[in-house]
């Protein structure tokens, strides 16, 4: 769902609104995180946050498994690093 190829409309329409409930939860746990923080950056930091996961899953599920918790690790470490200033920086009219 996160990376395969789309096959049919029902499918596709399926997928748009799992990914779509993803982010709305991504968003969701953003603002408790920084409340002062504008819808329009929360929602785009969301997608982001998600698409981020998102490219790199093939990727994860591809390495063997003796490798795989590291590459996960390295999931965690990117999404940290990208989400961790969010939560410090101060408030943003519009970004």
Request: net charge positive; charged share 25%; with cysteine.
């Amino acid at each position: 769902m996160f990376s395969g190829s789309i096959v049919s409309p029902r499918l596709a329409a399926a997928v748009h609104s799992f990914l779509d409930g993803v982010v709305a939860r991504a968003e969701a746990l953003i603002a408790v995180r920084a409340p002062r923080m504008c819808p329009e950056r929360r929602a785009r930091c969301a997608r982001v946050s998600v698409e981020m996961a998102r490219a790199l899953l093939p990727l994860i599920v591809a390495t063997d498994a003796a490798e795989r918790d590291a590459m996960v690790a390295e999931l965690k470490a990117a999404e940290h690093g990208y989400l961790a200033p969010l939560f410090t920086e101060p408030p943003v009219g519009r970004a």
